[in-house]
C-alpha cells in the first residue's frame, strides 16, 4: 500500500492554465506538506497543514492555494500557470505532537511542465 | 533561521571507494536531523536519521552518520560504494520539535562509475 500518493505523476499544460495536484497519505499522520523541487534539485517548502489548518505558508506567490480537506488530504491549486512554475511538487506527510521528531515521508512527485 | 549546507555538489566515486559527505546546518538548538536519498526519477527515501543519544547513527543499505554538535556537522558515511547508489543526496536539519518543515540543503549528486 503506497503511503503517500500524489496524481498526477506527470501534468503537461500551457502558461495561464489553472491545474490542481492531489495528495492522499494513509500513514494517519496530522500535518501534510508541499515541497517545490526545481530545476537545480534544490527542495524548499511552500505549505504546511496540521490537522486541516495552514501553519506554514512561505514566501509563495498566491496563484498557489493549498486545501485540505481532510487530515489525509492536501491539495495544491495553481492559478495563471508561469514558465517558472515548471518543477517537481512533492507532498510529504509527518506526525507532529508532543515528543514527536517530524520524520517527514515523502510522495513519488508531480512533474508539471508549463510551455 | 536555520540553514544546510551540503558542500560536495557532485561526487564520483569508483565501486568499492569509500564515501562521505558533508553537511553543516546552521542552528544553536536542539535539532533533528536526517539524510534522505533520491534515485532518478524517484521520490525521497529516509536513509537514517538522528534525534538524540549516540551520535552515530547506522541507516539503511550501509549507510551511517555522524552526528558533531560542536561543529554544527552531520556528515554521510559508507566504507563500500556499489554502482547503484547512484543518487541525489539530501541532508535535512528540523529545529527540534514544534511546527517546522524540514530545511533541505543543496543536494549531492554521487555518480558511482562500476
Known amino acids: ?115 | 533561521a536555520q540553514s544546510v549546507s551540503q558542500h560536495n555538489h557532485h561526487v564520483i566515486l569508483s565501486e568499492a571507494a569509500s564515501l562521505e559527505l558533508g553537511c553543516n546546518y546552521s542552528y544553536g538548538g536542539t535539532v533533528n536531523l536526517f539524510w534522505y536519498v533520491q534515485y532518478p526519477g524517484q521520490h525521497l527515501q529516509l536513509l537514517l536519521k538522528y534525534f538524540s543519544g549516540d551520535p552515530l547513527v547506522k541507516g539503511i543499505k550501509g549507510f551511517e552518520a555522524e552526528f558533531i554538535k560542536s561543529k554544527f556537522s552531520f556528515n554521510l558515511r559508507k566504507p563500500s560504494v556499489q554502482w547503484s547508489d547512484t543518487a541525489e543526496y539530501f541532508c535535512a536539519v528540523n529545529a527540534g520539535t514544534g511546527r517546522r518543515a524540514l530545511t533541505f540543503g543543496s543536494g549531492t549528486r554521487l555518480q558511482v562509475q562500476p
Not at chain 1, 508541499?34 to 509563495?60: G, H
Not at chain 1, 496563484?63 to 511538487?89: C, M, T, W
Not at chain 1, 512533492?90 to 517527514?104: D, I, K, M, V
Open chain 1, 1 to 115: 500500500d503506497t503511503a503517500v500518493s500524489q496524481t498526477p505523476k506527470y501534468l503537461v499544460t500551457q502558461m495561464g492554465n489553472d491545474k490542481s495536484i492531489k495528495c492522499e497519505q494513509n500513514l494517519g499522520h496530522d500535518t501534510m506538506y508541499w515541497y517545490k523541487q526545481d530545476s537545480k534539485k534544490f527542495l524548499k517548502i511552500m505549505f504546511s497543514y496540521n490537522n486541516k489548518e495552514l501553519i506554514i505558508n512561505e514566501t509563495v506567490p498566491n496563484r498557489f492555494s493549498p486545501k485540505s480537506p481532510d487530515k489525509a488530504h492536501l491539495n495544491l491549486h495553481i492559478n495563471s500557470l508561469e514558465l517558472g512554475d515548471s518543477a517537481v511538487y512533492f507532498c510529504a506527510s509527518s506526525q507532529l505532537g508532543t515528543g514527536s521528531y517530524n520524520e517527514q515521508f515523502f510522495g513519488p512527485g508531480t512533474r508539471l511542465t508549463v510551455l
